[in-house]
């Protein structure tokens, strides 16, 4: 396991390296939208109803800005779409690293997402991402962890950047498990 | 079809409410159409080991759903321009969540008319989740 200092010191140099791009796996499109709407019991007609969104200010359907991240998911499989790339050769991941540091539990604990373009049908969105800032080792209500803040930036296919997302995980040690092994 | 103007809105106002029934089906079809497959989400028997009570929704589905809380309300002439959250209790099978909204202020910035929304999403163990909602009305 790695010790604290170490890990601190490799967690550091993951700060502001840029993760991708990783590609989506489809154009955005109206029946991936569809679903998302059936499911979610979203029945704004701007989103599925072609007809309507044409006479708007948008000349067409958009994607819920909310559905973003469903794009470039990866999917069950957990393969990238052709294009994409990871970890820049030689940095570590920071998630790797906090598991192999003893902190394997993982709670979400804000989603910060700005939208600045609307998302159509067509687009070719891929995303980036780094880590943002790593806190201080903390005593939390869970256990002993870290809280890390990722900065994920989406883009269409002209480059122009569509949604700004900051996602901010508390990665920790249940105390059930601390000073195991 | 609501078409909310940004004349009409008052600071304080009450958005309606929506009544989530957060079902085992809803959570698998939501985290499917969001395209998320950890297995927390869709696999009672996986989640129950992992130290969970039941399978869970996804955190894309409640930003989803925050998302629809404020549109369901504005109409499609309302342009979401944030959905900042904080997650707390989380959204087990069999529960149900209400979402409401109040509007806290509202301000004309680079020509944008924008309402901030505070939404809670309520559920039996507490707040599911809390947050802010910035969308931009019509005049």
Redesign the interface.
Known sequence: MLEQQELERRLQRCIGVVVGPVKSWDPVNQP?IR??C?????????YTNTD??AT?RHAGTVA????I??WT?T??TGSAAPGSQGLPEGCDSHYALLTEGGFESV?????????LQ?VKPGDELYQTSMLEAVSERKQTALGEGYFTTELYNFFNQLDEKVTEMRFRLLRFNPPSTSGEA | ?NRVLFSEVQEGLELPGIEIDVSTG?II??A??????QNVHHDRDQAIALGSKDIFMN???T??????LV??WT??GG?????????GVPNYAGDKMLLSGTVKSKRIERGENLIDVDVIGRNSMGNHVTGTVVVALPN
């Open positions: 991936m679903h998302w059936d499911a979610m019991g979203d029945r704004n007609p701007l309507f969104a708007t819920p800005a909310t559905m991240q469903a998911m999917g069950y709670v979400a604990v804000n989603c910060d997402q700005v939208y609307a | 079809m809803l079809a939501t499917i159409a969001s395209r998320d497959y955190i894309l589905t930003n989803g759903l925050v998302g629809r549109t369901d109409g499609p342009e979401l321009k944030r959905v900042n959250i904080r997650l």
